[in-house]
């Protein structure tokens, strides 16, 4: 039945899908809802086995460098797998988003120094940045009220998440809808998490693929 809704609704078999937004706001859910419907294989973010995450969050400036650069090795391996299977996989968070959010926002902020941040942007434009590099077929973008990605965070319960302070979220947030505006890199579908209800309605996932479908045939046809 779930293939079905793949070919009901156009999706390429081989296609890469990847859920992108701040965090809380539901891609990890996404993500599971998506693969599940489109039998798709799924590469998420590995938090718990991540040795800097903990450290990082008691000390932004000592382990932001640490961290950005483990970022980019794990979903560098992450891509190589997806083009080794020949695509037909839901991303959750973009690579993009590690250096257009995260890393600019820590040297912004003070928390990473130049120095570290020329070296990461340098070797994340060398390895990413460059023709030999897939985009994604589509990136997903996940928008809501920052009322409601808070409420999501303090539900989730994740300690080190919960000790840092609201501001961090609110300037993370602002930052994403900048983002976005201006990302190209792929074709973008935003979804805003009122409209749609993973947890309760058995319907949405299907909403959400023929919404997907669409998206994809008319931006297949532009690109034409
Ligand atoms: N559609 C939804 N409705 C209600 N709660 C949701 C929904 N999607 C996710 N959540 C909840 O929000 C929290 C964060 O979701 P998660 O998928 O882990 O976010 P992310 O991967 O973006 O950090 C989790 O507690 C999850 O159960
Ligand atoms: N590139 C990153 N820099 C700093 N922190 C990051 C980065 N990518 C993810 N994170 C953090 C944010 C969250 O605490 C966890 C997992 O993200 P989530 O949005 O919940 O999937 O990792």
Redesign the pocket.
């Known amino acids: 039945m779930n293939e079905n809704l793949r070919d009901k609704y156009g999706i390429p078999k081989d296609a890469v899908i990847t859920i992108a937004?701040?965090?809380?706001?539901?891609?990890?859910?996404?993500t599971k809802a998506l693969a599940d419907s489109l039998q798709f294989r799924t590469s998420f973010e590995n938090v718990d086995g991540n040795p800097y995450l903990d450290l990082f969050y008691d000390d932004f400036e000592k382990w932001s460098f640490h961290l950005q650069i483990y970022f980019l090795a794990e979903r560098f391996k992450e891509q190589k797998r997806m083009f080794e299977y020949g695509g037909g996989f839901i991303q959750?968070r973009s690579i993009y988003e590690d250096t257009g959010i995260f890393a600019k926002m820590h040297q912004e902020k003070g928390t990473m120094n130049e120095v570290d941040y020329e070296t990461y942007t340098n070797l994340f434009d060398a390895m990413v940045m460059t023709p030999y590099f897939p985009h994604p077929d589509l990136l997903i973008y996940?928008e809501g009220s920052i009322d409601d990605i808070l409420g999501?965070?303090q539900?989730?319960g994740r300690a080190m998440e919960q000790q840092t302070p609201v501001e961090y979220w609110l300037e993370m947030h602002e930052r994403y809808e900048r983002w976005i505006d201006s990302f190209n890199a792929c074709p973008v579908l935003r979804l805003n998490?009122n409209d749609?209800?993973?947890?309760n309605d058995p319907d949405c996932s299907e909403q959400i693929v023929e919404r997907i479908g669409k998206f994809m045939q008319q931006t297949a046809v532009l690109k034409r």
């Open positions: 937004g701040t965090v809380g706001v539901g891609k990890s859910t996404m959750d996940l999501r965070i539900e989730r998490i749609y209800d993973l947890m």
